[in-house]
């Protein structure tokens, strides 16, 4: 067996892969020679990501799809498997998040969010199964530390994260059978990223929450991307059913108290209704 990261010949979905750590995860499989397709519910950013994927020499393909419509993902994923055939690697990122407290949203903004994380999770999982490579392919879901650390004002992607973490072990067991392995990647805070941008508002916010992190810096999109590519890679064969932080010790410490400063952006946030 040849242990390596060269994806020349290998078929990568990257649903949610027009912006942010997932667009960085696409970017990184297409500069490794795989051939990269992309999911977003917005056709110019799908066609955006596209042109870049094919600016890195990849082959590359996109489709519209929303992961709270199960119909779409499937038509969306079939076309692909039409063109390329098995998926070697299914990388599933789409998430929504906002910050307030559970009295402080309504009953549909929090379904909004476990709709997007949860269904949308089940939705590609269950449409991607006939399209992947058995044995041999690997399913990738991206978590959240909120899954495992609860934070005031993330009821909502607590809620929806931890039950992908679980999908992930379930499907380890169910899939392992079809030789398809699954496992989950937490990011802890990557800089440049919409997710940051929500919950660190500020140059100041920022700052604090890098200084907080262990290894002393914010993540990258590559950071996260390389953790894909090992589980998508034969040198992670035997790994399935992991949950895997990728946050440079920022768990072990409790995400370096965020969730102080989410207490107070929460009630901030709550003083101006």
Not at 28 to 39: K, T
Not at 145 to 160: E, I, K, N, T
Not at 182 to 193: E, F, K, L, Q, R
Not at 200 to 213: L, M, N, Q
């Amino acid at each position: 067996m040849s242990l390596t990261l060269d994806f020349t010949g290998r078929n990568v979905v990257v649903v949610g892969g027009t912006s942010g750590i997932n667009r960085g995860i696409a970017e990184l499989f297409a500069r490794h020679g795989a051939r990269v397709a992309v999911a977003s519910r917005k056709a110019e950013k799908v066609a955006d990501t596209v042109a870049a994927l094919e600016g890195h020499g990849a082959e590359a393909m996109g489709f519209v799809a929303d992961v709270r419509d199960m119909g779409a993902v499937e038509a969306g994923l079939k076309t692909v498997h039409d063109a390329w055939g098995d998926f070697d690697v299914l990388v599933s990122g789409a998430a929504g998040n906002f910050p307030a407290s559970v009295n402080g949203m309504s009953a549909n903004a929090f379904r909004s969010v476990v709709d997007i994380d949860l269904m949308g999770t089940l939705h590609v999982m269950k449409a991607s199964f006939p399209f992947l490579r058995k044995p041999g392919a690997s399913v990738v879901n991206i978590s959240a530390p909120q899954a495992f650390l609860p934070m005031p004002g993330q009821a909502h992607v607590s809620a929806a994260k931890a039950g992908v973490d679980m999908i992930t072990r379930t499907l380890a067991i169910e899939w392992g059978a079809h030789g398809v392995r699954v496992n989950s990647v937490v990011p802890g805070p990557i800089g440049g990223t919409e997710g940051m941008a929500r919950l660190a508002p500020t140059p100041e916010a920022i700052g604090k929450v890098a200084a907080s992190v262990p290894l002393g810096r914010l993540g990258t999109p590559d950071d996260i991307g390389h953790a894909c590519m090992f589980l998508g890679s034969d040198l992670g064969a035997y790994v399935s059913g992991a949950v895997l932080p990728v946050d440079g010790g920022w768990a072990q410490s409790g995400c370096g108290g965020m969730g102080a400063f989410l207490g107070k952006l929460v009630q901030q946030l709550e003083g101006q209704r």
